[in-house]
């Protein structure tokens, strides 16, 4: 897929995306649901863990991260055959976790000082600068924090956007996972725990 072909595909996808919608307690969007983020050091999901099922050998993918989903019922008619049970469960104040809205300025102020001044060189000819070239700063900053991360993981479906997050917004912080409005991201694999 060229880097032009997958935004003509992304682009409705994300253009009405609203990343303050709010949930409910079934984590139904509603008008009335709980957000999270570790600035109010309230537990991440409730206290929940977060899941995913992947290979026995490792919870990553080859760009170095895992996603996970904040309700096990999404996972609910996957195949499982050959795979195994992992789950994230961040505690509150943990250092290496960190949430969308909390580093939401931080992407946006990279990203408007790259739309300004240019890419670093390791991004020129990536989908990134393509991205950044044919699209607000505000609709890709958005991609960082997926309405539905089952019907499209957006941002971390694309290895230039997950070496942005990673090398420019996260490690240099410090944070090894982020945690997004339904589920999570980890970059740090002694985060995770295998569970079956």
């Known amino acids: 897929m060229t880097h032009e072909s997958f935004w003509s595909w992304l682009s409705p996808i994300f253009k009405d995306f609203d990343p303050s919608q ?15 983020s570790s600035v109010t050091n309230k537990p991440y999901n409730e206290g929940k863990p977060y899941y995913r099922y992947g290979s026995p050998e490792s919870p990553m993918s080859e760009w170095g991260h895992a996603m996970f989903l904040d309700n096990p019922s999404h996972l609910e008619g996957a195949s499982r055959s050959g795979l195994a049970n992992y789950e994230f469960a961040p505690e509150p104040g943990d250092p290496r976790v960190t949430s969308f809205e909390d580093v939401e300025g931080d992407i946006r102020s990279k990203l408007e000082d790259w739309e300004k001044n240019g890419v670093p060189e390791k991004y020129t000819g990536t989908s ?4 950044l070239d044919e699209n ?17 993981a957006q941002a971390y479906d ?3 956007f997950n070496q942005f997050l990673y090398d420019e917004i ?3 912080r410090g944070y090894g996972a982020i945690v997004t409005q339904d589920g999570s991201i ?3 694999e002694s985060m995770i725990k295998k569970v079956g």
Do not use: C, H, M, Q
């Open 158 to 160: 694309n290895a230039d």
């Open 170 to 172: 996260l490690e240099p």
């Open 136 to 152: 607000s700063v505000d609709s890709l900053v958005s991609t960082f924090n997926p309405s539905d991360i089952v019907d499209s």
């Open 186 to 188: 980890v970059y740090d």
């Open 22 to 36: 709010k949930r409910d307690e079934s984590g139904k969007w509603s008008e009335t649901g709980a957000g999270r």
């Open 128 to 131: 990134l600068e393509t991205a």
